[in-house]
């Protein structure tokens, strides 16, 4: 066994948008693989046509190109043992249904058609021991069999999960008799998945703890066909941090929907890849090469791991930070474009205009989208301002009016050339007018930004250009001397 090429699949349904808990299964199956110098599969389990979306399949390509996720065999490159989607593969599920139908493994179930081909217990060894006479009926009806799978009634069905350890079924306790084939000759899920991880010779299935009670049930079918059953790492829940699991009620679930608000694949990688795994108990960055190097399924936790949009958010900012000023312009300008400060394809002008935006908002961004609040005083004009935001708290407006006018003072007197001796004027004229820093430069930042947050005053000072900012100043005068009187 330890020859073996390692190859693992990642086999999503097209049912809706890929989320967290996906992405998570289909990384640690990608970084698994590349780890071991092995294959990476792109499976599509589309059998379910009734719950089958477009737009769901289309998603998992964005989600994967948008990851950089490059599988070695799927529908798109090929390879030895396609087709690698499911509906393209039906006639091999009918092949080997009736070939355990024909072992002895499985059985025609003409019983199905009146209660739904899901029937579960009690009902689902029904069609068992139907006799001839009575099979004849269905016959003359027009009825079709479903294939149902012979659970035995004695006996256990265990398995040595490479994250859970042993685990071990009644089959009594097992679903009985799950439907392997349907009447409209669609494999269920349990067949098809079975058949392709057996065809596509798939050595190692990594996937969500939600599947644990289906394995059982595949191991019956590979042992209904004598195949050598794959081994299974079952991943760890993802919860949200309330302790349920991860919902839309947390906020985003769907990647894509995580590029639209700013984040970096890279960060998203990074932090999705921590959810329930671990390279040591500190580190926390890894580049992609790196996890495609130290991956190791002994490092996957048992425990349900914690989606925590904080820290995203955290790690997003750490990794834009990362980036070289050309690197943000280009990941910046579509943020732009959007807003209409910049034209589509973008201008040099747009390029350079924004590359001296870089040093002011690099350390304040935390999702890209943010460029958007934190530029906006310099791509659009300010026609009203906010007396409130322009007073500093436990402030008078008076106040407010005399802190604005000696800061603009100072600025004026002083120039934006020396940061140093600028900033010792300011606090100059703080300790004279009895205030801090703070609250002296409070309304003439409002004043110039058109809000509390904004990046470094100079700088900002210094894109706006001093006759803009002198408009903005008498602009906001105004209205404290309007509150005033
Ligand atoms: N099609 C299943 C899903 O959507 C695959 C489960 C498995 O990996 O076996 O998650």
């Known amino acids: 066994m330890s020859e073996e090429q390692v190859r693992v699949r990642y086999a999503p349904s097209p049912t ?65 043992f396609g087709p690698y989607v499911q509906s393209e593969r039906l006639q091999r ?39 001839p006479e009575e099979i004849q009926r269905y016959k003359d009806a027009g009825v079709r069999p479903v294939v149902r799978l012979l659970v035995p009634l004695e006996g256990t069905t265990e398995f040595d999960d490479l994250v859970l350890g042993r685990i071990k079924r009644k089959n009594k ?4 008799d799950p439907v392997l084939l349907k009447s409209d000759g669609f494999p269920t899920y349990h067949l098809a998945n079975v058949v392709d991880d057996h065809q596509m010779k798939i050595t190692h299935v990594l996937r969500a703890q939600e599947w644990v009670p289906s394995t059982p049930i595949h191991l019956l079918i590979y042992d209904a066909f004598g195949w050598e059953p794959p081994r299974f790492a079952h991943l760890p829940m993802v919860m949200g941090k309330d302790g349920s699991k991860l919902s839309k009620r947390h906020g985003a679930t769907s990647v894509i929907e995580f590029r639209r ?76 474009q959007a807003e209409g400060w910049a034209a589509t394809p973008a201008t040099e002008e747009d390029r350079t205009r ?24 310099l791509y659009q004009d300010i026609t009203s301002w906010d007396a409130q935001a322009l007073v500093p708290k436990k402030a008078s407006v008076r106040e407010a009016l005399e802190w604005l006018d000696q800061a603009w003072a100072v600025v004026e007197s002083q120039g934006l050339a020396d940061q140093e001796e600028l900033d010792e004027a300011f606090r100059r004229a703080a300790d004279a007018a009895g205030t801090k820093v703070g609250n002296l430069l409070m309304p003439l930042r409002v004043a110039l930004t058109g809000g509390t947050v904004s990046p470094p005053l100079v700088g900002s000072l210094k894109e706006l250009g001093m006759d803009r900012a002198r408009e903005r100043i008498a602009g906001a005068r105004a209205v404290l001397e309007a509150t005033v009187s």
């Open 354 to 377: 924004l590359l001296a935006l870089i040093p002011l908002i690099q350390e304040r961004l935390k999702l890209l989208q943010d460029v958007v609040p934190l530029t906006r005083f």
């Open 261 to 336: 608000q700013g984040y970096l694949p890279q960060a998203v990688m990074n932090y999705v890849t921590l959810l329930g795994w671990s390279f040591d108990d500190s580190r926390e960055f890894f580049s992609r090469q790196e996890l495609e190097e130290l991956f190791k399924i002994e490092k996957i936790n048992k425990a349900p791991a914690v989606f925590d949009y904080r820290k995203l958010d955290w790690f997003n900012g750490q990794y834009l930070r990362e980036l070289s000023p050309e690197q943000l312009t280009g990941e910046l300008l579509p943020w732009l």
């Open 93 to 131: 599920y009918q092949t080997y249904a009736g070939e355990l139908v024909a072992s002895g493994r499985a059985y025609l179930d003409y019983t199905s058609a009146q209660r739904g081909e899901q029937g579960a217990a009690p009902y689902a060894c029904e069609g068992r021991d139907l006799s």
């Open 16 to 80: 809706g948008m890929q989320h967290i808990g996906g992405i998570r299964t289909a990384l640690f199956n990608y970084f698994f693989a590349r780890s071991q110098g092995g294959a990476f599969i792109l499976r599509i389990e589309d059998t379910d046509q009734t719950r089958f979306h477009e737009d769901a399949l289309r998603d998992i390509y964005e989600t994967f190109a948008w990851l950089g996720i490059e599988p070695d065999e799927s529908p798109d490159h090929g390879g030895d």
């Open 173 to 176: 306790d097992l679903p009985p």
